[in-house]
């Protein structure tokens, strides 16, 4: 007997003793079916999970979108609200042109400054004394007013003879260069009113013949000739000057 027929036999005793089954033949497969009759059975518990496959290779880089064109420019936003008001600033000096030019003059007296100082230290001959003043003779041309700068700048004046004792010491330095030399006299404030620096009426006097004359009107300071005589003299001539300290 083939196991096919018994396999066939098997199945049939099973069936036949199993309530509510049927046996069928399949007449094309030659075969029989077995079905069983009754309520349907319950559901089985669920299968494990099978293992994890292996990991497929990466696909291919998509395709780059393309940009599309911009966009149209927005309308401009509304103005914000103002800004807090800054701080009040400093106020502008007015007077800034004229101490910047001041400070220009002052540095170009620098080097004379120097050369003043120079003669104090170095120049022994070109200092004279009588009683209770010394004089120093300064070996540079400046104006009248550059002179009495330098010579206040060294704790001095420029010199102003009043007697004829002083006149003598200052003509002592006067004679040793061939220039004439400023002093502290002038009539700035008055025509024909001379005075001293601090504004104190010149008592004593040593014109030279026919001076003072404000020759061409514009001599209004002092300086000392070769003679020791004095003349009036255009203030912003370039003499040589004598301090008195």
Request: one cysteine or more; a negative charge.
């Amino acid at each position: 007997m083939s196991i096919m027929k018994v396999l066939c036999l098997l199945l049939l005793h099973v069936a036949l003793v199993t309530p509510g089954t049927q046996i069928c033949k399949d007449p094309d497969e030659n075969a029989y079916s077995i079905i069983t009759c009754g309520a349907p059975g319950k559901n089985g518990l669920p299968g494990l999970n099978g293992a994890n496959g292996a990991k497929g290779e990466p696909g291919p880089p998509g395709l780059q979108g393309i940009a599309g064109p911009p966009g149209a420019k927005g309308d401009r936003g509304a103005n914000g609200e103002p800004g807090l008001q800054g701080p009040k600033g400093e106020r502008g000096d007015s007077m800034g042109p004229a101490i910047e030019s001041l400070k220009l003059q002052i540095s170009g007296m620098d080097s004379r400054l120097r050369d003043l100082q120079a003669n104090f230290e170095n120049q022994e001959k070109d200092i004279a004394r009588s009683r209770n003043k010394n004089y120093i003779l300064n070996r540079f041309e400046v104006t009248y007013d550059e002179a009495k700068t330098i010579c206040a700048s060294g704790g001095g004046q420029l010199a102003v003879p009043r007697t004829q004792e002083e006149n003598q010491a200052i003509f002592s330095l006067r004679k040793k260069v061939q220039m004439h030399t400023f002093m502290g006299i002038n009539d700035l404030q008055y025509e024909g009113d001379f005075r001293d620096l601090s504004g104190q009426v010149i008592r004593y006097f040593n014109w030279r013949a026919g001076e003072p004359n404000n020759l061409r009107n514009n001599e209004d300071c002092v300086e000392m000739w070769d003679d020791g005589r004095w003349n009036d003299e255009n203030c912003a001539s370039k003499l040589f000057f004598i301090c008195e300290f």
